[in-house]
């Protein structure tokens, strides 16, 4: 005896081995289906013999072309239910796929969303150096003077991990044109913003800093210890005002305030586009 005899060879079978997660309305049906198929090709089968002992030809022929098809349509619908459970499983997929999407888009999101809020208060402190150089004569303040020194910059945490995946070998999987077309240019954007932002640090740290030590002395963070008063007496002070009399200096400041202010026209497209990608995805995504 075979080891397929002596059990019912049914879907809800099929699906054990396989470890499919089937609608539990669809095996029934399925099973019900199959029943009476394999009771109609009996029918017919008793029938056609019954005929050939009968020795009538044509009516045998007619019974046999009729299970012929039978069998015909039982394949057509196995293959049928068999395209549909690749279908729903290619599905899953695709929706384990827009998952993970969706929860690096949310994180650029929100890193987006504060630097939205950060860049702009640079632009802020760099205008102010700059009317800071307007008021020299009137005398500069502990705070504008630390204005005139302060250096800074804004890096924005943009993940693309499960996009370069995606990108990479699961794009097909994604059934959505319109999100595939920008998944596939987002990467082009992230890139254009980082190197915008890389050219600002590099400016500020290469350019800005060293412009800014020619003109400070860090003896005056020694102002509680008695002991180096006698050093800070023979130090040349900081020179606050000769600082914002300097042209490369002023130069450098301006050139920093216009990155910044084309870093934040970049970050605000991003974040346009970050947000209208994560609102298809959550569109997408079965809930």
Same mark, same amino acid.
Request: glycine share 4%; proline share 3%.
């Given at each position: ?65 009729? *299970?012929?098809? =039978? +069998?015909? !349509?039982? $394949? #057509? %619908? ?8 690749? /279908? ?24 987006? *969303?504060?630097? =939205? +809020?950060? !860049?702009? $208060? #640079? %632009? ?8 800071? /150089? ?154």
């Amino acid at each position: 005896m075979s080891s397929s005899e002596g059990r019912e060879f049914t879907l809800e079978h099929v699906d054990k081995e396989k470890h499919i997660t089937w609608s539990p309305l669809i095996i029934p049906i399925f099973n019900g289906i199959t029943s009476h198929f394999l009771s109609m090709i009996n029918f017919f089968r008793k029938i056609r013999r019954q005929l050939l002992d009968d020795n009538k030809p044509v009516k045998y022929i007619r019974y046999a072309i009729g *299970e012929i098809l =039978l +069998v015909v !349509i039982g $394949i #057509l %619908i196995a293959l049928q239910i068999n395209n549909w459970n690749e /279908a729903r499983k290619a599905r899953k997929s695709e929706n384990q796929i827009l998952v993970s999407l969706a929860e690096d888009f949310d994180a650029n999101l929100e890193s987006l *969303e504060k630097s =939205l +809020v950060d !860049i702009p $208060i #640079l %632009i802020e402190r760099y205008n102010m150096v700059l009317e800071h /150089a307007g008021q020299i004569d009137k005398g500069l303040t502990d705070a504008m003077k630390n204005d005139v020194i302060s250096t800074g910059f804004i890096k924005t945490k943009v993940i693309d991990g499960a996009l370069t995946s995606v990108l990479g070998t699961q794009l097909e999987l994604i059934t959505n044109d319109s999100l595939k077309k920008l998944l596939t240019s987002y990467p082009s954007k992230i890139r254009d913003f980082k190197e915008l932002e890389g050219d600002l640090v590099e400016y500020v740290i290469n350019t800005q800093r060293p412009s800014i030590r020619s003109y400070l002395t860090l003896s005056n963070f020694l102002l509680n210890e008695p002991r180096f008063d006698e050093f800070k007496k023979n130090v040349e002070p900081s020179d606050y005002e000769g600082l914002l009399r300097d042209r490369v200096y002023l130069n450098v400041v301006i050139g920093i305030r216009t990155i910044n202010t084309d870093l934040l026209s970049r970050c605000i497209e991003l974040h346009k586009n970050t947000k209208q990608i994560k609102a298809i995805l959550e569109n997408e995504i079965l809930k």
